[in-house]
């Protein structure tokens, strides 16, 4: 314990920002989103303790104030789902919508697959009952990886 309390009086804004870094490694890793806040709060730490010079305890209250304050500021303000524009390109199910294909075998009931731009899907009928094998379809949508088609 010694040897990090001379640590830190010696360099104390490079213990906050190795702090930092250290969070954020772990961030990045784990993705979770909450150490992103913990990390910038304590780069903030390390600015304010190389221009202030504040004892520890101030300086651990403030890594915890400028935490809780981040966290719960972007939880509260950021989105918590990122949604990708319409038309995104890597969304290679839904990018099916209005192309053309076959029904590789006949359905049963209103379920079957389709053979769609060089692959084989899961389908469902979105109208009608019955589609026999070599049908001509179009995809009207898509629900999961399941995609809706019709006759054409």
């Given amino acids: ?42 780069a903030a730490t390390a600015a304010v303790v190389g221009v202030l010079d504040p004892s520890v305890p101030t300086a651990l209250l403030v890594f915890a104030l400028l935490t809780i304050v981040s966290t719960l500021l972007a939880h509260r303000y950021l989105p918590r789902q990122a949604t990708a524009p319409d038309g995104d390109i890597n ?40 589609l026999e094998a070599g049908a001509s379809v179009e995809v009207v949508g898509v629900d999961g990886s399941r995609l809706k088609v019709r006759r054409t």
């Fill in 91 to 130: 969304d290679n199910v839904a990018r099916l919508v209005g192309h053309r294909g076959a029904a590789v075998k006949a359905f049963a009931g209103r379920a079957g697959r389709v053979f769609i731009d060089g692959k084989e899907w899961a389908a469902e009928l979105d109208d009608g009952d019955a």
């Fill in 1 to 42: 314990m010694d040897m990090i309390a001379g640590i830190y009086s010696a360099q104390p804004f490079w213990v906050w920002a190795g702090l930092a870094a250290a969070l954020l490694a772990i961030e990045v890793v784990t993705g979770s989103g909450w150490l992103l806040w913990a990390s910038a709060s304590a």
